[in-house]
């Protein structure tokens, strides 16, 4: 069992927002390994006071719907350690830094830049066996990338697979991972899940917030790489892939892979990218700071996949992202090629005879950084948090998942970065280019 948390990018914005929100959210309910502890380490040049004070006004911020008593256990149990990735003896220090010696999780809380010397740093450092190393996304910037990431990956965890969790947090959203119970057998909707009934299918994720101060990093990602190749696509895995026999983490693995197998290769002609320019929701995105406007970053990006499997003959899948958008659209929609059956599950919304959509982001929206979700019910990294600690893979990707989701993307990627189809523009806080 796990009983280090060793959380590296600890003083940054997604530890900040969600990690440790995420983490006080676990301790209120009682669903913490016994005994675990915190190790946060990052680069300032702290000490375990002011990285408690640091949790404190992250928790006062983000985590104000979780109990004080929860919150201050949380701060009162948390120690910090300097590292410096450029030195894996600070790393193998920070490793050491907690009493027990027992498995570690190493959560990567950094800048993908980061992840390789990360994960070579703890591989030196020798992990106790039992111990994983959890990885945020985008895993590696195109496919030769991502398979490089999981040899080291590999190399660091000694083969085991299980060892490396490489997370999306999409798997964690209570509508993302209700999906496949929407076609249960007996639903309304069990007979319909196939070509022969579904034209279309849109997965959408846009956002009325622009790209703020992440410019720095979005700049190097773009809307394809930072949500559509992870978040959208995994998305798409679960809601065409072939029901698992059974409720085992190895039978949702194998039918996700084999879903991202019959994905097929999209023509140029069936992507769609664009960036937002000046409009009514504010600045052109080349102007944020630290945007170099010649490497031409799509901040929308749309991809129409066809999946080569008899069920889905005939049906386009849509994914679509963007920044900067005139309304918050979190949702799939089913287009269905006649009105749809009576006796719809309630997470499904009739918007028309024939088309019914069903809301993504229903149950937990970050609003301004505020927490809304379901009493009871957890948040997306929530669910990562305590599948990564518990030993869970639900909402991990694995090594073939991860490589199998870019060998359909990276030729949509290398076409973009050729100029095809041309980069378009929309005005920020508009529904897109062209939009239907
Ligand atoms: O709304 P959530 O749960 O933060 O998920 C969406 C976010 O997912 C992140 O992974 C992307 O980097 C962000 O750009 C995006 O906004």
Do not use: C
């Not at 940054?12 to 190790?39: I, K, N, Y």
């Not at 083969?159 to 991972?177: I, N, Q, T, Y």
């Amino acid at each position: 069992m796990i009983t280090r948390l060793l959380l590296l990018g600890a003083t940054g914005d997604l530890a900040g927002r969600f990690l440790l929100p995420a983490l006080a959210e676990l301790t209120a309910a009682g669903q913490l390994p016994e005994g675990l502890q915190l190790v946060g380490a990052a680069e300032p040049d702290w000490d375990d006071a002011r990285f408690a004070e640091h949790v404190a006004a992250r928790l006062a911020e983000h985590a104000g719907d979780v109990p004080a008593a929860a919150r201050q256990a949380l701060v009162a149990g948390a120690r910090y350690r300097r590292v410096d990735l450029g030195d894996p003896a600070t790393v193998a220090a920070a490793v050491a830094a907690s009493p027990g010696g027992g498995p570690v999780a190493a959560y990567l809380a950094l800048p993908p830049s980061l992840f390789p010397a990360a994960v070579r740093a703890l591989g030196d450092a020798g992990l106790p066996p039992g111990s994983r190393i959890a990885v945020e996304k985008p895993f590696g910037r195109d496919l030769a990338d991502a398979r490089a990431l999981n040899a080291l990956l590999a190399e660091a965890t000694g083969g085991v697979e299980a060892a490396a969790f490489r997370v999306d947090h999409f798997l964690g959203m209570p509508a993302v991972a209700g999906l496949p119970a929407l076609r249960a057998p007996g639903s309304a909707l069990a007979g319909q899940w196939d070509g022969e009934h579904l034209a279309q299918v849109d997965v959408v994720w846009e956002e009325t917030l622009d790209v703020g101060g992440r410019a720095g990093f979005y700049d190097r990602t773009g809307a394809l790489r930072d949500v559509l190749q992870n978040h959208l696509v995994q998305t798409l895995t679960l809601l065409a892939m072939e029901l698992p026999a059974t409720a085992a983490e190895e039978d949702l693995h194998r039918e996700r892979l084999a879903l991202l197998r019959a994905v097929r290769v999209p023509a140029p002609s069936a992507t769609r990218r664009a960036r937002y320019t000046a409009g009514p929701a504010g600045r052109a995105y080349v102007d944020a700071d630290g945007v170099d406007p010649a490497r031409g970053t799509e901040t929308l990006a749309e991809l129409v996949l066809e999946v080569g499997t008899p069920r889905w003959a005939g049906t386009r899948f849509v994914l679509r992202t963007g920044k900067a958008m005139a309304a918050d659209r979190k949702q799939v929609v089913l287009h269905l090629r006649a009105p749809a059956p009576d006796g719809l599950p309630p997470e499904v919304e009739r918007v028309a005879d024939d088309r019914l959509a069903i809301a993504l982001d229903a149950a937990q929206q970050a609003t301004d950084g505020v927490r809304v979700h379901a009493p009871g019910e957890r948040t997306a990294y929530g669910a990562v948090l305590a599948d990564v600690l518990a030993g869970g893979s639900r909402t991990a990707v694995s090594a073939a998942e991860a490589e199998e989701a870019w060998r359909f993307v990276d030729p949509v990627r290398q076409a973009w970065s050729d100029g095809e189809p041309p980069l378009l523009e929309y005005p920020a806080g508009s529904p897109g280019p062209d939009a239907d």
